[in-house]
Structures are given as C-alpha cells and as structure tokens.
C-alpha cells in the first residue's frame, strides 16, 4: 500500500518561496508518475504538477514559469518549488500517485489512488 508524507508548508509573504517535499513508501517509486494537486477553500481539489516515471513533466497554466517539480527516485522524493508565490496560491497541497502503475503522468483526481495527508500552504502579508 503506497504512503505519502508531504513536508514543507507554512505562512510566506507574496513573492516569496517555498519548497515541498513528498516522502514515498509501500511501493516501488519509479513505477509511478507522481503529481502535485492543490485544493483551495471552497473549490474544488485542482492538479498543479506532474513528473512522469521518465521525468516528463505537467504544470497547469496558473504556475507555469513560477513551480518547478522534481523527483530524486533513489530517496523515493517528490519535490514541488514554489518560486514567485501569490495570494491565489494559498491552499491546501497534496501529493498523489495514480491507482495504475504506468509510470505516466497523471492528469486528473479520479487517478489517484493514494493521498498524502496534506500540508497547508498560505501566502499572505
């Protein structure tokens, strides 16, 4: 069964810049293309990012340019840098790996076999 523990949230000013990170268990990493959702109150949960089993990768047109995700598949990592950070930007963040393990990148929520617990992120002055 695959875990997911995100770290990495907290409270930084607009433009500022946070790293999140996602520790991966209960399976073999690099079967997986891994993906980064966010879920704002009062909307519904949204894909941010996603990195494919051979590093492709997906950004949704609200962080392009400004996130960049990565994967260190030999400490079974997920990273998500959030450069140039905005109000809008505040939310929930979750990890995900999709239910099938074809190592491509996963484009929606009904995906996702596997949740992390979340980590809140709030960008604010």
């Known amino acids: 069964q695959v875990r997911l523990a995100e770290t990495g949230g907290g409270l930084v000013q607009p433009g500022g810049s946070l790293k999140l990170s996602c520790t991966f268990s209960g399976g073999t990493f690099t079967d997986y293309g891994m993906a980064w959702f966010r879920q704002a109150p009062g909307k519904e949960r949204e894909l941010v990012a996603a990195i494919g089993r051979g590093g492709n990768m997906y950004y949704s047109d609200s962080v392009k340019g400004r996130f960049f995700i990565s994967r260190v598949n030999a400490k079974r990592v997920l990273n998500l840098q959030m450069n140039a950070l905005l109000p809008e930007d505040t939310a929930i963040y979750y990890c995900?790996?999709?239910?099938?393990?074809?190592?491509?990148?996963?484009?929606?929520?009904?995906?996702?076999?596997?949740w992390g617990q979340g980590t809140q992120v709030t960008v604010s002055s």
């Open positions: 995900a790996a999709p239910a099938r393990r074809s190592g491509l990148i996963p484009r929606d929520a009904s995906e996702i076999g596997s």
